[in-house]
């Protein structure tokens, strides 16, 4: 049957060559187990931070010529999930399908020298390798200090949510990601003095009846909700 309707690449003029896909269960396997080979950092950009620009989830998103950073990394990488889910584009094809859309003359030229390599990438490695080219060595620190920031007097949901998107952000560092299970707990030991409290008095009460919720968002409402009227009871005193 005919593959999904795929945009073409921007870049450059020759399309690339067809991707094998036989055997590709067994090929994904491994690039998934693939890590990305250390690449030097920093490599002179226009000072300019590029722009990201997607026109609909049914296209993919174009960088614009300029400096890649964490912010523009990341909002191309929603997009391309976006598009990806859209178009239902297999993961052995998602590199193909953006890996051309950076308009910037010296990151396509990079991609171009080393396109049969990033090619063979799954999708999140070949983000690692953009991040490992493009970005400082030491750019996931200022997002490792928010992931370990405790809630202290920021009201819960606004903190949860920097260190959510903190979390998603470092989601190619193998060693500071946590995946929902970890995510919570670390949540819960970070909770204030008066929150975590309250939380502990609630779930003895009726034991158990936070900890077993387990959708993870539904967990983090609950504890929202928890805040707000202790900080409503806080006002009233």
Known sequence: SSGPDI??????????????????????????????????????????PAAVTQSSASHAPMVSGGTLTVANLHAFEQGCKRYFSTKAIAAPDQVRC???????????????NIEDELMNLSFSDFMAQLHNKWLS?????????????????TPFTQWVNTLQNANKILRSEEDLYMDDKRLRRHIRILLSDDLGVEYGTINSDA???LDTIADLDKWIARIGHMDDNLHQRKDRD
């Not at 890590?35 to 950092?41: D, G, N, Y």
């Open 98 to 112: 953006v890996i051309y859309n950076f308009e910037d003359e010296t990151v396509s030229s990079w991609i171009f």
């Open 137 to 153: 060595n030491t750019w996931f620190v200022k997002y490792g200090k928010i992931l370990m920031t405790p809630q202290s007097d």
């Open 207 to 209: 034991p158990g009846v």
């Open 7 to 48: 945009d073409p690449p921007s870049q450059p003029p020759t399309p690339p060559p067809s991707y094998e896909s036989s055997d590709s269960d067994s090929e994904d396997k491994i690039f998934a187990k693939r890590r990305p080979r250390p690449i030097t950092s920093q490599t002179t950009m226009a000072p300019t």
